[in-house]
């Protein structure tokens, strides 16, 4: 008898193993550069804020900061310039949101009020360049004639996004009187060039605001990996980077009363300090509820 359930329980583990082995190498769909799946991220949901009341909000300070791709530390964000090669599933920020805003999972605004609505076709034609350039060309003897203008048109590309800019809100909760920081907004900053006057012109360009505290952002960005360099199989999402704060920046505005950057008064060596002075100010602001 115990042979005869011992004998069962084999064929069972058997049956059971194969038919597991099945349904991998058919739901797999022939992606022989993994040998497991990776589902983790496919249902994916991100954790909401809690709750907040206005009477829970005692102080409350609106900081602006530039996030450099080119930096070391924040180079996972630039990386891989070209989804359409051989990446190992990795996408960077630039492009993981213009294929969110292209597909219609996420809307996004003009401004970093969150106010004026702003649609994929709107962006692509404005960050389109399109100027005419002189051909110059000579005749038989060598000598330049007229020549002839032509029409050149540059369609976007999202390799020449070099920086992010972020708008986020510190304040304090009074239930636990602690100091916490949401971000707000995200604009991706294109590097715009054109030809003016037989020169190169290059400016930073705001391409759009996008609402951080949108769900549907969040849900967006919580199911794309964000790569780790010391960990491939590492299951850190753009939304857990920017909650966690996974990244280097620095200041280059406040909320003020003249509603201007720091770039706008003051430059070079003295805007670094003045970048520096308002971040120190407000982590001052914790410390010194403490102070009696």
């Avoid at 406040?254 to 706008?264: A, D, G």
Wanted: aromatic residues 16%; proline residues 2%; contains cysteine.
């Amino acid at each position: 008898m115990k042979k005869i359930l011992f004998c069962l329980g084999l064929l069972i583990f058997v049956a059971g193993s194969y038919t597991a082995n099945a349904q991998i190498d058919d739901g797999d769909d022939h992606n022989f550069n993994n040998f497991y799946k990776k589902d983790l991220a496919k249902g994916k949901q991100a954790i909401p804020y809690a709750y907040l009341r206005e009477t829970d909000v005692v102080w409350e300070h609106f900081v602006w900061r530039t996030i450099d791709f080119r930096e070391k530390f924040n180079q996972y964000f630039y990386f891989p310039t070209d989804p359409n090669k051989s990446t190992q599933g990795r996408i960077n920020l630039t492009n993981a949101i213009m294929r969110a805003l292209e597909n219609g999972e996420i809307e996004v605004y003009k401004e970093d009020d969150l106010i004026t609505p702003y649609t994929y076709e709107e962006m692509r034609s404005q960050l389109t360049r399109s100027y005419n350039f002189h051909i110059a060309e000579y005749d038989e003897w060598g000598d330049e004639t007229e020549g002839r203008d032509t029409m050149i048109t540059e369609e976007f590309r999202p390799e020449e996004v070099y920086s992010a800019r972020i708008k986020e809100s510190w304040y304090i909760d009074k239930q636990d009187t602690r100091q916490k920081v949401r971000i707000l907004g995200l604009t991706l900053v294109y590097n715009y060039c054109r030809d003016r006057d037989g020169e190169r012109q290059c400016d930073n360009v705001e391409m759009f605001w996008v609402p951080m505290d949108d769900m549907r952002v969040r849900n967006a960005l919580v199911k794309i990996y964000a790569y780790d360099e010391n960990n491939s199989h590492s299951v850190r999402t753009y939304d857990d980077v920017f909650i966690e704060r996974f990244f280097d920046s620095f200041c280059y505005r406040e909320s003020n009363t003249y509603n201007r950057t720091i770039s706008s008064y003051l430059t070079g060596t003295d805007a670094i300090l003045e970048s520096q002075a308002v971040e120190s100010k407000i982590f001052d602001i914790e410390s010194d509820m403490w102070e009696y």
